[in-house]
């Protein structure tokens, strides 16, 4: 991509939309009503939009390394907030990648500088699973399998804050974990038996 273009670029984005929709900016800008939060990664290559095939306007995006999803990160945590309260979707999606770089970095025993505490996150999920994933002699494999329980262990962050629970509780609101394989370009659904994960600490961190 030549930035020089940018502007370009959204000049002929601007004119295709009006071709085929004159009113399209304008019924844009009345508000928004999307249905699902989406939870990604910030990697270039996964655009939340494209891989769903969604328009602007269907989902509510949150994007950043690994997605990650920390009780004491403030960001992460208003967007949850909002999206769950205010915007009333009806789905959260936490959805990881294969070959995701933060991923791949926390395997490693390196000093990565401000990026520690970040990746330490993800090193704890190592630390859960780590009987699992120790019996993974091959390391591609290893990798990918740390994707989807990284996807999991966020999932179940989602699920232990206070604005979730009382919309589980009180409405339509599911959780879903998935996996993009940029290799395939597909999206794989992780289908994870949460109610089975939460089965036995869940009263630890179930609020009223």
């Known amino acids: 991509m030549n930035f020089i273009n940018v502007f370009e ?3 002929k984005w601007v004119a295709d939309k009006l071709d085929k929709d004159e009113n399209y900016f304008s019924n844009l800008s009345k508000g928004q009503n999307p249905e699902l939060l989406y939870i ?3 990697d270039s290559r ?8 969604v328009q602007p306007g269907d989902a509510f995006v949150h994007r950043n390394i690994a997605n990650m999803v920390i009780n004491i990160d403030l960001n992460t945590m208003s967007v ?3 999206a769950v309260k205010h915007l009333e979707v009806k789905h959260v999606v936490v959805c990881g990648h294969y070959y995701c770089g933060g991923v791949k970095a926390a ?4 000093d990565l500088g401000v990026l520690n505490p970040w990746l330490r996150n993800i090193r704890d999920v190592y630390r859960l699973h780590q009987d699992e994933l120790d019996t993974i002699t091959d390391e591609e494999s290893r990798y990918k399998r740390l994707v989807e329980l990284n996807v999991q262990e966020q999932c179940v962050n989602v699920i232990k804050t206070a604005v979730v629970q009382k919309a589980i ?3 339509d609101l599911t959780i879903h974990g998935w996996v993009f394989d940029i290799h395939t370009g597909k999206l794989i659904d992780l289908n994870i ?5 939460l089965k036995d600490i869940m009263k630890i961190y179930t609020l009223k």
């Open 9 to 11: 670029n959204n000049k």
């Open 40 to 42: 990604g990664c910030s």
């Open 46 to 53: 996964v655009t939340a939009e494209d891989l769903m095939g």
């Open 80 to 82: 949850v907030e909002y």
């Open 107 to 110: 395997m490693q025993s390196a």
């Open 169 to 171: 509780r009180e409405r």
């Open 193 to 197: 038996d949460f109610k089975e994960i």
